[in-house]
């Protein structure tokens, strides 16, 4: 038989609520950082779906917390439009505008043109077929099928010597 003996005098009984203390302290400085976290998190995606709303444009705005405190990374998908193709100067104002909104650091943005394949913009076997009306595809169907063309021929190696020496 084990017979256990337990006396609580008052410097334990303070020492035990000082730890259930600072472990409930800790629970709640844990759940309040989280709750800010993801305030952050809706705050950025507001702001820059906010942004690209006035400007006419429809974005899907996700956005993720790094492994720092304040450091944050954003995913916009958007139609690809042709006002998006130097995106790079509206990242840094979105960076820049976020930080002075919320305090928050946005390390990068990251952009993402989901095109949907409709039976319109599939391509005829011919391959001259898009239907789709956006300067920015027909822009760079031309130069791919610009850059596509080559011409060879026969030249007579004095016609070959004298282009090297012209240039």
């Known amino acids: 038989m084990f017979t256990l003996t337990i006396s609580l005098n008052s410097l334990a009984l303070y020492i035990v609520a000082a730890d259930v203390l600072i472990l409930f302290s800790y629970i709640l400085y844990i759940l309040n950082r989280k709750r800010q976290l993801n305030k952050a998190v809706n705050t950025i995606t507001e702001l820059i779906t906010g942004y690209f709303?006035?400007?006419?444009?429809?974005?899907?705005?996700?956005?993720?917390?790094?492994?720092?405190?304040?450091?944050?990374?954003?995913?916009?998908?958007?139609?690809?439009?042709?006002?998006?193709?130097?995106?790079?100067?509206?990242?840094?104002?979105?960076?820049?505008?976020?930080?002075?909104?919320?305090?928050?650091?946005?390390?990068?943005?990251?952009?993402r043109f989901p095109i949907k394949p409709s039976r319109e913009m599939i391509a005829t076997p011919d391959g001259n077929n898009l239907a789709d009306d956006d300067a920015y595809f027909s822009d760079v169907h031309a130069w791919a099928k610009a850059q596509g063309e080559y011409q060879v021929s026969e030249v007579p190696w004095d016609q070959y010597e004298n282009s090297k020496v012209e240039k």
């Open 53 to 111: 709303s006035n400007s006419g444009a429809e974005t899907r705005v996700s956005c993720f917390r790094l492994d720092g405190n304040n450091h944050f990374v954003t995913l916009i998908e958007s139609e690809p439009l042709k006002r998006f193709r130097y995106s790079i100067i509206l990242e840094s104002n979105l960076i820049s505008h976020i930080f002075k909104t919320t305090g928050t650091v946005v390390e990068k943005i990251y952009w």
